[in-house]
């Protein structure tokens, strides 16, 4: 069986950035699930993947563009410390989530404390990195039909909204 749409995938991979730097791995836990064509994934390493079969294994670089997108100025902006109420001690790295311009939500991070000024990045940690995969593809199988409508894959026993 080859990666395809619908089918529900099983990997192990490693995750770098250029300087080799291990940014995620699942080197000790359960292989990453995923459902192929849902988007679950970024772009990138999903095309990668197509048509691919149990056992192989890949190296895959992918750009900025087709992972986390390129870094944006535009989502950094200084805050007012009163705009945090309810929060009593802020510290860099504390991640919100926020209203986006386009009014979807999204998750801002504090970059930045200087007195009452709150510099908040509404990037995705890695937008702007080539981001390097180290894969092997270990299971395959037809997604089911609930998994389909979903857009996810279920773990044992099925799946609690």
């Known amino acids: ?10 990997i192990d991979y490693t ?19 995923y459902l192929q064509g849902a988007g679950n994934i970024i772009p990138g390493l999903e095309k990668a993947l197509e048509g691919k079969a149990v056992g192989d294994e890949l ?9 986390y997108g390129e870094y944006a100025a535009e989502l950094v902006s200084t805050l007012s410390r009163s705009m945090f109420e309810g ?8 991640q919100f989530h926020a209203s ?15 007195g009452d000024d709150v510099t908040v990045d509404g990037n995705h940690p890695l937008a ?5 995969f180290q894969v092997k593809i270990v299971a ?19 799946h609690h909204h």
């Open 1 to 10: 069986m080859l990666i395809a749409a619908n089918k529900a995938v099983s």
């Open 100 to 114: 986006a311009p386009d009014g979807q939500m999204q998750i801002v991070t504090i970059r930045d404390l200087d």
């Open 15 to 33: 995750l770098t950035n250029d300087a080799g730097e291990v940014i995620d791995s699942s080197a000790g836990g359960a292989p990453l699930v």
């Open 140 to 158: 395959i199988r037809d997604a089911s039909q609930e998994e389909i409508a979903h857009g996810h894959v279920h773990g044992e026993g099925g």
């Open 128 to 132: 702007g990195q080539r981001l390097n």
């Open 59 to 67: 190296n895959v670089s992918v750009e900025p563009e087709d992972a």
């Open 87 to 94: 929060v009593d001690e802020l510290e860099v790295g504390m």
